[in-house]
């Protein structure tokens, strides 16, 4: 999650960063919204995770087990907040 709070700056956004789902659920879902540029976030993501794109799968410390599945998206209306949107689902073996 840290990588979506460090990038927003970067990305040159005011960029809002809502939570999801409680704990205690198979997966919790985060978004860092209000992104104006696409391009910009998808690159902060492959950036941030080299080798990887669209979606990005950061590992965990061993190497074996997905921790998080990010995408870049449009804003859904009554649901986010667009243009552009970072979605970040989080294993719950992970939050």
Avoid: N
Wanted: net charge negative; hydrophobic share 35%; no cysteine.
């Amino acid at each position: 999650m840290s990588i979506l709070i460090d990038r927003a700056d970067a990305l040159g956004t005011a960029a809002r960063l809502t939570g999801g789902l409680p704990r205690g659920l198979p997966l919790k879902s985060y978004f860092l919204e209000e992104l104006d540029d696409d391009v910009a976030a998808r690159k902060a993501l492959t950036d941030e995770l080299p080798g990887q794109r669209e979606p990005w799968l950061p590992l965990d410390s061993s190497g074996r087990d997905v921790i998080a599945y990010f995408d870049v998206d449009e804003g859904r209306e009554g649901e986010t907040r667009g243009p552009f949107l970072i979605q970040a689902d989080i294993s719950g073996q992970h939050y």
